[in-house]
């Protein structure tokens, strides 16, 4: 069973910074994608990072690009969101997903298989 787990989220001041988590576990092939998503109320889940293990690819949201870097661990099967420079308007649930491709990685939220239950970001102005 693919189980995705995200941790690292809470209430922080605008301006300032969190590191999300993503721990992967029951894939059992070394090649797949991890996609970082978020919803606020009322709002559609839109992608807005990713990583392929495969071909190092990474792909970012306009929304989000110069303020929040993906990487990864590959031998703790983990994946990280640092978010800087933190803005009212990212307040969201956030989520990781799992696309099990040995290409580059997609932010639509279609090719993703597996999701985690989320974990919230509060922004504060």
């Known amino acids: 069973e693919v189980r995705l787990v ?9 301006g300032g ?26 709002k559609a889940r839109e ?4 990583f392929s293990r495969a ?3 990474t792909d970012y949201a306009d929304s989000v ?3 929040f870097t993906i ?5 703790k099967n983990t994946v990280y969101l640092r978010m800087n420079s933190l ?3 990212d307040t969201a649930v956030y989520y990781c997903a799992l696309d099990p491709t040995y290409l580059d990685c997609s932010l639509l939220r279609t090719e993703y298989d597996y999701f985690g239950q ?3 970001v509060t922004v504060s102005s």
């Open 55 to 57: 071909t190092g690819h």
């Open 17 to 42: 910074s969190l590191r999300l988590s993503c721990a992967a576990s029951g894939y059992t092939y070394d090649d797949y994608a991890i996609g970082w998503f978020r919803q606020a109320p009322g």
């Open 47 to 50: 992608g807005i990072s990713c």
């Open 65 to 67: 690009k110069d303020r």
């Open 118 to 120: 989320g974990t919230q």
């Open 87 to 89: 803005k009212v308007e």
């Open 6 to 14: 995200e941790s690292g989220g809470g209430l922080v001041q605008a």
């Open 71 to 75: 990487s990864s661990d590959n031998a």
